[in-house]
């Protein structure tokens, strides 16, 4: 009785011990831009293929306020989110400069431009003259348009500007209420495809390589990154384990995704082409997922500087950063 008594208390005490060494998961937020997408679905297979939790963490995902992810990740409220390196430029000059770094890239290259009916001449930036163009007014936007429209002959100023309230791309081309829009070819691109309207498309990093900027990227903030580089590393070998077998599992991965977020199934014919489409983007040339070029990030912010598109100048070299990326 006395050496069963014992070993039982011996087991009880491995369990104990066992049980004491266990640390608790690390809890992150990651904020998106917007609802869930194909952009997003690497986050949603490393949680759902338990690439975070074998990481040791706990990860929540969640749609971005009235404020957008950035504002959410400067508060520290998240510690993650998604968000673009064009529309971070103005964040990062002045005072009131938000407190967040690019982590990491979702897709290697800048996969929107211009899109538009089949056969009526806007194949080119110059055929835009004269033509219905939806637009957000915004002086990037607009500069960026100007611009590769002189690379090709054409004159922006005789662009007819229609203030943009589309929210879908194929209704809008067909009903003629615009003939020309601006689109990440990944989603809305792809969504004219699988509805069976013939187009006609550019981009803009074909026509100029500086338009090849980052966009969308995952950014981190800056106080919780200096205070937990480690579990940041790990936050982000986990999501490169996801979008790496999102590139090599197109199918499986727009499944995850859907289970996820069941709004999409409705649609499941574009998240599956979508996702097939990305599968070729989210690593591409790179020698690995999420990794920055220094030369291309600072190429599209030296462009602003020279168009005074910022109330300040931007440092070219700022606001990114490969250290926290898996080797």
């Known amino acids: 009785m006395k050496k069963l008594t014992a070993l039982i208390l011996s087991v009880a005490i ?10 608790e998961p690390s809890k992150i937020t990651i904020v998106l831009d917007w609802t869930p997408n194909t952009n997003h679905t690497g ?40 968000s673009f390196q064009d529309s971070l430029a103005p964040a990062f000059i002045g005072e009131s400069a938000i407190p967040v770094t690019a982590v990491a ?18 194949d080119t930036p110059k055929g ?20 590769v429209m002189k690379a090709d002959g054409g004159n ?16 809008a081309l067909k009903s003629g209420s615009v003939d020309a829009i601006w689109v990440f070819y990944g989603w809305a691109g792809v969504a004219c495809k699988t509805a069976g309207l013939d187009t006609d498309y550019f981009e803009f990093a074909d026509i100029d390589p500086v338009f090849d900027y980052y966009t969308p990227v995952i950014i981190g903030n800056n106080t919780w990154l200096n205070e937990n580089p480690e579990t940041a590393k790990a936050f982000l070998d986990a999501l490169s384990k996801g979008y790496t077998y999102a ?10 995704l859907m289970d996820a977020a ?12 979508s996702q097939e489409y990305l599968a070729d983007e989210y690593i591409a040339d790179a020698s690995k997922w999420g990794e920055f070029d220094p030369e291309r990030w600072a190429a599209f912010y030296n462009w602003l500087n020279e168009k005074n598109l910022l109330e300040d100048k931007i440092d070219p070299d700022f606001g990114f950063t490969n250290d926290y990326l898996p080797e």
């Open 262 to 273: 069941p709004e999409l199934k409705s649609n499941s014919g574009l998240v599956y082409a």
């Open 14 to 23: 491995i369990f104990c011990l066992s049980a004491c060494g266990k640390s």
């Open 156 to 171: 922006f100023d005789l662009v007819e500007l229609i203030p943009s309230t589309v929210t879908d791309e194929v209704s």
């Open 43 to 82: 986050i949603f297979v490393a949680k759902a293929n338990g690439y975070f939790e074998e990481a040791g963490l706990n990860v929540e995902i969640v749609q971005p306020p009235e404020g957008g992810a950035e504002a959410l990740v400067a508060s520290g409220k998240a510690q993650f989110g998604v």
């Open 128 to 147: 835009l003259e004269g033509k219905k163009y939806a637009t957000w007014d915004l002086d990037v936007e607009k500069e960026t348009i100007r611009d």
């Open 105 to 122: 890239a979702i897709i290697q290259h800048n996969t929107s431009g211009i899109i538009s009916r089949k056969g009526e001449g806007m």
């Open 247 to 256: 590139a090599e599992n197109p199918k499986n991965a727009a499944d995850i």
